[in-house]
């Protein structure tokens, strides 16, 4: 089901937040074993863009869109990653045509698949990119994205979404990037190549009441939205 199906969604606008719809792309590959998914297949291709149009056009007048994210990281999975690239500009393309007053973007993982995107992808309005390796990473993928694709960059996740799910094990290297002082310079030190990123995540998991904006049973996380509003506030009179 889709995040508009849930009905936590509705109340987003009556506090004042957008949210990014992401649309899966299944990867070619996942844990290193096919998927059955070949981006050289226009008959799958076509049928994932009509799919992914019809969810477009149903509910591209939702006031709580912000933009569309079609897939993350997918490309780093993909063994015919020129194909992927062909592929997601023409879906940019169709759901342009279907809703063109709400932005596209495509997430990378790392720098899987740049080269392939930044010769084809020309119809992704914005570059996402993960931020867990903290502000000399962001900054020097964001002026990657900028000088290849010239595209803005958006920081889609980062150790706040979990405090464990950093890329080293280490403890300290790991509360160091979870820190919102360091990952917010990392996000002033991008600009303007960076549009900014998010520092929370939608919805808890695992049994914590944490990092989201919405709690396990479904209710908003007053604090966490109004954590997120004081920075947008910092940033606007900054």
Known sequence: SSAFDKAEFAFLPSYGLKAVITVDLVPEYAS???????????????????DIVALVEK?????????????????????????FAKFINVLAKAVHTADPHH??????????????????????????????????????????????????????????????????????EGARWTNRETWVDGVRRARPQALGGFFRTWRDSDNENAWGFVRLDGTPNTENIAAAKQLMLEEILR
């Open 32 to 50: 290193k074993k096919p998927t059955g998914r070949d981006y050289t297949n226009a008959q799958q291709n076509q049928q994932v863009i009509a």
């Open 103 to 172: 932005p596209v973007m495509h997430s990378l993982y790392y720098h899987g698949g740049l080269r392939e995107l930044a010769a084809i992808a020309t119809e992704i309005d914005i570059f996402g990119i993960s931020s867990y390796n903290g502000p000399a990473f962001m900054v020097g993928t964001a002026r990657k994205i900028k000088a290849q694709l010239n595209r803005p960059t958006l920081f889609v996740s980062n150790g706040f979404v979990n405090v464990f799910n950093v890329r080293s094990r280490n403890v300290e």
């Open 59 to 83: 509910n591209k007048k939702n006031p709580a869109i912000l933009l569309w994210e079609t897939g993350n990281g997918t490309a780093a999975s993909c063994k015919n990653r020129e194909a």
